[in-house]
């Protein structure tokens, strides 16, 4: 048996597995490596046994929302040409739309949905000097080129600035697009936003019946029934490259040859796997996150509720940037995967609370420390929920994970979840054959890192040769 | 081999790579990314697909000869011969 590849995959996330999908597809000798015992990657998934009810639950590690929703066989849409891209039918993926969501801050809520014609209804009523502006400015976003892999760093806040003159506006349309993949603070990339608004707004959210582990099953099969290989506790660590990439070394002194590597293991954290991270460091995302999961018993609280996601900020101007302290309290997502569809019989009264974290306040912790902490953030997320919610809610289970579970899980340094703020974008790097794929390459997200992966691997996998 | 036979591997392909697309309808002079959802992702796939399936090459500065049903068959016959 010979160890050489036409292409080796670091990493069995979305990116990962999409671009191992395509390559196979065309009849590649490609292996993907992965060093965890399963795949996922940020958006991974594991079983708990509930002692009170002796269920045993899968939970996701991240799934809120799948977005860009698409109606099944409507055109032009990212989904439906993710979809055709690794011949996965749309049925399978067992979509439940969201009800609604809620942007919700000190002095204004909006809701949005799958059918755009609601926010923009929720914007003309709220902000009725706006409106004329807001449409002008979906316009240019619907006209805009955002996938240009030349693109270079534009400021959104500038850009809304020239359109919108209601800071609360502004903050409201911004702030879920931010939490929901901006790897700068503050503002963010404005190709990155028109990628996001679509993806989120005029398009929306699903989720799979069964969550992401529905979807990290389908790709594992379609990849395995067009002949991929995949390796699971294999980490990489090392990348042998001169002028151009040679392979890689795994952690137990296994060579594998190939002349193209595509990893979606982060820029800084690629390459460091070729020693070089020193260079790099300063571009490490700042962004992380605590995620927080609270089941409980009274699933009509929830339902009752019926919003799927809401973005909460407790005043009007809104702050996207690592905090001071360990968490901040004062915004918040709150996702309630059971509010998908309502009447939705498989729920299990699962609430989700994001907050913004400082990671590096979390590494320094002791363990006991680290263990009141995120007992503390527990509580914080508690009371959000019984807030929101407008009443008292009992937990039957709870987990909370930090930015350091976060790195520990995913090999992201400083457990950043969306990356690096230098985002490669045409997925090359200074060594020959070794390609960018997924958060770093620039899109992100589930659908975007497939798409990532998808694209990459057309362009330097397939095309090339 | 006969420009048909061409005609319905095409086709034969297209079906594959865009299963939600009407094809009956189709008509051989006009262009095909008009008449149907395709992208240059879907392009590329066609071109692999005749790689996989036929063994026929298409370099990438000859994607433009796709354009059209008529302008594959033209184009690829030669080439399946
Ligand atoms: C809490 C949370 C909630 C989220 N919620 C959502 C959501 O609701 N909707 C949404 O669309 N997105 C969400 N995301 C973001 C989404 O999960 C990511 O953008 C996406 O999964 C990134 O995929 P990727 O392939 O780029 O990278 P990753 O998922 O990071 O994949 C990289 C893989 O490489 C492996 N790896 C790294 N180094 C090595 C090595 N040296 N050798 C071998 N393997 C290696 C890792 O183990 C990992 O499996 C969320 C993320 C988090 C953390």
């Known amino acids: 048996m010979t160890n050489k590849y036409d292409a080796i995959i670091i990493g069995a996330g979305m990116s990962g597995l999409a671009a191992g999908i395509r390559l196979a597809m065309y009849d590649k ?299 901040d309290t004062s915004s918040a997502v709150f996702c309630l995967p059971d509010n998908y569809e309502l009447e939705n019989k498989d729920g299990n009264g699962t609430a989700r609370i994001t907050y913004m974290a400082n990671y590096d306040l979390w590494k320094k912790l002791s363990k006991a420390e680290y263990l009141a902490q995120k007992e503390n953030v527990y509580h914080q997320a508690n009371k959000l929920t019984q807030k929101i919610l407008g009443q008292k809610v009992d937990c039957i289970f709870k987990d909370v994970f930090s930015p350091t579970t976060i790195e520990r899980y995913t090999g992201h340094f400083s457990g950043t979840v969306y990356g690096a703020t230098k985002k490669t974008r045409d997925g090359q790097t200074s060594i020959p054959g070794l390609y960018i794929i997924g958060t770093d390459q620039g899109f992100l997200g589930i659908v975007g890192s497939m798409l990532s992966g998808i694209s990459m691997s057309n362009l330097y996998g397939l095309m090339e040769s | 081999m006969s420009s048909e036979e061409v005609k319905k591997y095409v086709l034969d392909i297209i079906a594959d790579v865009a299963p939600d697309e009407e094809l009956d309808g189709l008509k051989a002079s006009e262009s095909l990314r008009d008449q149907l959802d395709l992208d240059s992702m879907d392009f590329l796939d066609i071109v692999m697909e005749l790689r996989k399936r036929h063994k026929v090459e298409v370099p990438s500065e000859d994607y433009g000869q796709l354009a059209t049903l008529n302008s594959c068959v033209e184009y690829l016959t030669p080439k399946f011969a």
């Open chain 1, 29 to 327: 000798k490609v292996v993907i490596l992965e060093k965890h015992s399963i795949a996922g990657g940020l958006n991974s998934y594991y079983a708990r046994r509930i002692k009170a009810s002796k269920e045993i639950i899968n939970f996701d590690v991240g799934l809120h929302a799948l977005t860009n929703f698409a109606n099944k066989g409507e055109r032009r849409r990212p989904f439906t040409k993710l979809l055709k891209q690794l011949r996965i039918p749309y049925d399978d993926f067992k979509l439940k739309e969201q009800t609604f969501s809620l942007i919700k801050f000190k002095s204004a809520a909006l809701k949005f949905s799958n059918d755009f014609e609601l926010m923009r209804s929720e914007i003309a009523t709220v902000f009725p000097q706006q409106v004329d502006q807001f449409d002008k400015l979906v316009n240019y976003l619907v006209e805009y080129n955002e996938t240009d892999l030349k693109a270079t760093y534009i400021s959104t806040r500038s850009v809304l600035e020239t359109y919108l003159s209601d800071d609360l506006l502004k903050e409201m349309i911004i702030a879920p697009l931010l939490i929901y993949g901006s790897a700068w603070e503050e503002d963010m990339d404005f190709s990155q936003f028109v990628i996001m608004f679509k993806s989120i707004y005029l398009e929306g959210f699903s989720r799979p019946v069964g969550g992401v582990r529905t979807i990290i099953e389908l790709l594992i099969d379609k990849y395995q029934s067009v002949g991929g290989e995949l390796r699971f506790k294999a980490p990489v660590s090392q990348i042998k490259a001169d002028t151009h990439v040679k392979g890689v070394y795994l952690a137990d002194g296994e060579f594998l040859e190939s002349q193209k590597i595509f990893s979606s293991a982060g820029l800084p954290e690629t390459f460091s796997l070729l020693n070089e991270a020193e260079s790099l460091k300063s571009d490490i995302g700042k962004m992380s996150f605590t995620e927080s999961i609270i089941v409980t018993q009274n699933k009509q609280a929830i339902q009752n509720y019926k919003a799927t996601i809401v973005f909460y900020n407790e005043s009007d101007k809104y702050l996207y940037r690592k905090p001071d302290t360990l968490i």
